[in-house]
C-alpha cells in the first residue's frame, strides 16, 4: 500500500498507521442504520465481553498502550470501550455517515478509529508518547496525555486512540475527513483495514473513499 501524501514520523515501534481520506456522498441513510445494526450484531457474535481483554488485536493494543507508558485497564483503547458498550446491549448511534463508517471500521478491526474534519489539522505529523504537561478538551472534557498513545500536528496534540479531541470533529457541516486507524503491526496489516473499509462502503454509500495508505 502506498504512503501517505503527507510527512508522518512515528516514535512508537510496533504500530501500523491506516489512513483514508473520506467524503460525504448523497445517498439513502437507510442502508448505513441496517449497517450499523449488522455491524453491532455481528460483534456480539465475534467478541465475548468476559475474554475480551484476551482477543488478539485487543491484548496487542493493550501491550501498545503499556509500551507508551498508558495503563490500559484504566484508559482503555476508544476500540475496546466502544466495544464493551455493543456487547452490554448498547447499538452503534447514529452521528454523521462519515463518523458512523469510521465507528464501523473500528468495531470491525477492534482498533481504534479517529475522523478528523478537513480543514482542523496541519501536517506533518508525529506519532508518539504524551509529554508531561501535554492535554488537549476531548469530546468528554479535560484529558491529560503524559504517557498516552499520541497523534500530533504543527499546531500540537492532535489525536489519542482512547478519546478524541474537540478541535478535529466532524461536524454536522463536514463534507470531507482525514481517518486515521491505529494497528498493532502484530495483528493486523493495511490491507485488511482497506478491504474493510472498502466492504463497509459498498453496504452504505453515503461515504466515498478518495484515497488509503499506510504508515
Not at 514520523?9 to 504500530?15: S, Y
Not at 467478541?47 to 484508559?75: E, K, M, N
Amino acid at each position: 500500500m502506498q504512503s501517505p501524501p503527507f510527512d508522518v514520523q512515528k516514535e512508537l515501534e510496533g504500530w501500523t498507521l491506516f489512513w483514508a481520506e473520506l467524503e460525504l456522498s448523497a445517498g439513502d441513510d437507510e442502508p448505513l442504520a441496517v449497517l450499523l445494526r449488522q455491524v453491532s450484531r455481528s460483534a456480539r457474535e465475534r467478541f465475548d465481553l468476559q475474554s475480551l481483554s484476551t482477543h488478539p488485536t485487543v491484548a496487542a493494543l493493550r501491550r501498545l498502550f503499556r509500551a507508551s507508558g498508558c495503563d490500559p485497564t484504566r484508559y482503555r483503547p476508544a476500540s475496546e470501550a466502544l466495544l464493551r458498550r455493543i456487547l452490554k446491549g448498547e447499538e452503534l448511534p447514529v452521528i454523521h455517515p462519515i463518523v458512523d463508517i469510521n465507528n464501523c471500521l473500528s468495531v470491525e478491526l477492534a482498533v481504534p478509529c479517529c475522523v478528523m474534519s478537513e480543514g482542523t489539522f496541519e501536517p506533518p505529523f508525529v506519532f508518539r508518547a504524551g509529554r508531561p504537561g501535554e492535554s488537549y478538551e476531548s469530546l468528554r472534557g479535560p484529558f491529560r496525555l503524559e504517557g498516552k498513545p499520541l497523534l500530533c500536528d504543527a499546531a500540537g496534540p492532535l489525536d489519542c486512540p482512547i478519546t478524541g479531541n474537540e478541535r478535529v470533529k466532524v461536524t454536522p457541516g463536514t463534507q470531507r475527513a482525514l481517518l486515521v486507524a491505529y494497528m498493532p503491526s502484530e495483528a493486523l496489516g493495511p490491507a485488511l483495514a482497506r478491504d474493510t473499509l472498502e466492504r463497509l462502503v459498498q453496504s452504505a454509500p453515503t461515504v466515498r473513499i478518495l484515497q488509503t495508505a499506510a504508515s
